[in-house]
């Protein structure tokens, strides 16, 4: 992951994946980290933990909405 900009943009698919209440937006979201993880998986998750979402880490955001679906 290079470039500031393209950790905002992350940081708010995390954001929209939060909000979010159709299953169709959510898997479409949880998609783009789930190629990542695969691409990357450590700076995926260390991403993910650097931040938070209504005062939950960025990781427990992703993991809770995947599980839902």
């Known amino acids: 992951m290079n ?3 393209d950790l905002e ?3 708010l698919v995390c954001n929209k994946i939060m909000k ?3 299953a169709s ?3 479409g979201l949880v998609l783009v980290f789930a190629r990542m993880i695969i691409i990357n998986a450590q700076d995926t998750v260390n991403f993910l933990t650097t ?3 209504d005062n939950r880490m960025g990781l427990k955001v992703l ?3 995947w ?3």
């Open 20 to 22: 979010s209440r159709l």
């Open 51 to 53: 931040f938070s979402v």
């Open 67 to 69: 599980l839902l679906l």
């Open 63 to 65: 993991i809770d909405k």
């Open 9 to 11: 943009i992350l940081k």
């Open 25 to 27: 937006v959510i898997q």
């Open 3 to 5: 470039g500031s900009a």
